[in-house]
Structure formats: C-alpha cells, structure tokens
C-alpha cells in the first residue's frame, strides 16, 4: 500500500511488481488532491483508496458502495496500457465532493456542474478530442437549462464519456467568462457544505436555486452563460461532421425481434466496430446501470454507408427496454454514444 497523508489517498498495489504504477498514479493524482483541500477551504478531504482491479481494461473504473464515513473506494487498473489516469482522477474528484455535501452533489440540476469541474480539476492535456465530442453532443441542438437539470436522463441518453466531455467543455467556457476563481467560488458554494437529509434540505434547495447560486459566483445569469457555452463549440462544428460522418442510429421493437440499424452520411467515416447496447428496465426504474448492459458488437464493413443487428426472441410482449447504439472511431479514446430510446415491446 502506498500513502499520501497530506492528500487523504491510499494506493493499494497488491503485489511489489505494481509498485512503480502505484507511485507514478499517486504522484499524478496526489497534488491535484492537495490543491483540491487547499482551494475550497477545507481542513481535510475525506479519505480516497484507490485499488488496483488487474482485470478490468485501463478505460473501466468501479466506484464500490462504502459507508459516507469511509470516504471513497474506487477499483480501477492503473497498471494497464491504456489506463485513463484523467477519468480515474476525476471519479476521484467527484465523489470527494459527493461526500463533503453528504452525498447532495448528485442532485440533478448541479449535477452537470460536478461533472465538468471534476474533468476540468485534473484534466490537463490537450482537450481538442473533448471539445470535439462536445460538439458531438450538441449536433442536433444545444439542450436548454431543463435539459441539463434532468441530467440523470442527459447522462443515459448520451453516455458517461460524452456527459463528461460535454460538462468539461461547460466549465471551460465558465472559466473563460467568469474566471477561475467564480469556478471555484460555485463549487464550493453548491458542494461543500453539509446538507441535511430531512425537510431542511428541500427548503434549502427551493430557497437556494441552481440559478441564483450562478448569478451570485459568477455575475452571469445562466441563460447568458448557456448562449456562450453554446457559441464555444461552433467552430468544433464541421470538424466533427467530416470525422464522424453524421451517423443516425434507429431500432425496431416486436414481440419476437429487436432490431438496430446504424447509417452514415460518407461512406469515408473511419469506423471501427459499433455496438449495440439493450436491457430489460424494471418497473418504475429511472437511470440505467451501464456495468449491466447486453452489448452486441458488429465490425463495419470499410466504404458500407449502412448495417443492421437483429436480435430474436430477446424480450418479450410488455416489457420496457433501454436501447443504445456506440460507433467507435479510428484515432478516438472512447466510443461515441449516438442514440439512445426507453421502448415498450409491443406484438
């Protein structure tokens, strides 16, 4: 086990071999962690333990289910070739700040908020690939405050890694147009704090709107920042249209087949593989487990403009599925969440 006291981490290794990964991770992660502590004006952070899972890929993290107290428990494989040592950080980030407003960080209308300035805490390479996958998001249309409130459903409909890309791209345009310190000022003002878990937070939260907490940090109405946030991703616009060729994704539910069919405007589009992802949802349920999710996985044929993936016999008459369709790119970190639908099967 490797520790860091002055940043609250703990780096388990298991085996000497792994020494070396552990220490490069920890000299990485631990002074953005020191910086953290410092900047929002707090005696310390609450404990991270970071365990190395050798048999998960360096893109996949776990965030494991502890007690608030016990601070946060993620397993991720810092070892392996393509360890993503910016997300793994920034699921740090997230859930510290989770746990220092007694788990209120999540609530959906700041929860976009959480997202990009834990990305934008420890991101600190070139984020042209973000921006243009920010832009990705937006293609169709740039979604409005309500949209962003329901992240939740943003998250699901576009997938972790675009939400993440596309909440980073929010506060570096924040930064642009209010400055760091705004940035740091409403982070601290949404998350460090204790929130209570009765009545009194549903008071706090209707006398202490998203929107009025914005205006007060940054001296920006919200409204404002989302036209400039918007403005900030045109020039990523057509670049991301002649790398990804405008791919439309589209399903077909019956009683006894599921259908996925994947379409793209230049046939040039440099794809690799694309997936289909489906699920049963449970009654009533609202967010979906992406660990859990079915994924049938396709090679694309060079120079095709069009395939399609049909599943028999997969669900039955009357259940509600979660449907989603991933194309993965030459020359990009992740795949690229497309579409995605809530379907009831029907005869």
């Known amino acids: 086990m490797l520790k860091v006291p002055e940043a609250s981490l703990e780096i388990l290794y298991h085996e000497r071999e792994y020494e070396r990964a552990a220490k490069q991770f920890s000299e990485w992660l631990a002074p953005r962690l020191i910086s953290l502590q410092k900047e929002l004006g707090v005696p310390k952070l609450p404990p991270a333990r970071i365990v190395l899972a050798s048999e998960l890929d360096g893109l996949t993290r776990q965030l494991v289910p502890v007690k608030e107290t016990d601070g946060v ?27 220092l407003c007694n788990g209120r960080a999540t609530y959906d209308p700041n929860h976009w908020l959480l997202d990009g300035f834990s990305e934008w805490w420890v991101e600190t390479n070139d984020i042209s690939e973000r921006l243009l996958e920010s832009a990705f998001v937006v293609r169709d249309g740039f979604p409005d405050s309500g949209t962003l409130a329901r992240w939740g459903a943003f998250g ?17 345009c924040l930064e642009k147009v209010a400055g760091r310190k705004a940035v740091v000022d409403l ?3 949404h998350f460090v704090r204790t929130a209570h878990t009765d009545i009194r937070e549903s008071f706090y939260q209707w006398t202490h709107s998203p929107q009025r ?5 940054t001296q ?6 989302l036209k400039r946030w918007e403005a900030s991703l045109a020039p990523y616009s057509e670049k991301q249209k002649r790398l990804f060729g405008a791919p439309q994704g589209s399903f077909s539910v019956a009683a006894d087949k599921v259908s996925a069919k994947l379409r793209v405007a230049s046939n040039s589009a440099p794809i690799k593989t694309w997936t289909f992802l489906h699920t049963k949802l449970a009654p009533g349920q609202s967010g979906i487990d992406e660990f859990k999710l079915k994924q049938e ?16 016999k997969e669900y039955s008459h009357g259940d509600l599925v979660w449907l989603g369709l991933e194309v ?14 809530r379907r009831e099967v029907k005869p």
């Open 187 to 189: 982070v601290r003002a």
């Open 328 to 341: 993965d790119y030459e020359g990009t970190t992740y795949p690229l969440r497309i579409v995605a639908e």
């Open 220 to 225: 920006v109405e919200f409204e404002d920042f």
């Open 156 to 172: 699901d409909r576009h997938g972790e890694r675009l939400s993440n890309s596309f909440s980073l791209s929010g506060v570096v």
């Open 213 to 217: 907490i914005f205006k007060t940090h």
């Open 73 to 99: 428990l993620i397993r991720c494989n810092f070892t392996a070739r393509d360890f993503d040592r910016v997300e793994a950080g920034a699921l740090t980030v997230h859930t510290i700040l989770n746990r």
């Open 297 to 312: 996985v396709r090679t694309w044929t060079p120079g095709a403009s069009s395939d399609e993936l049909t599943l028999s």
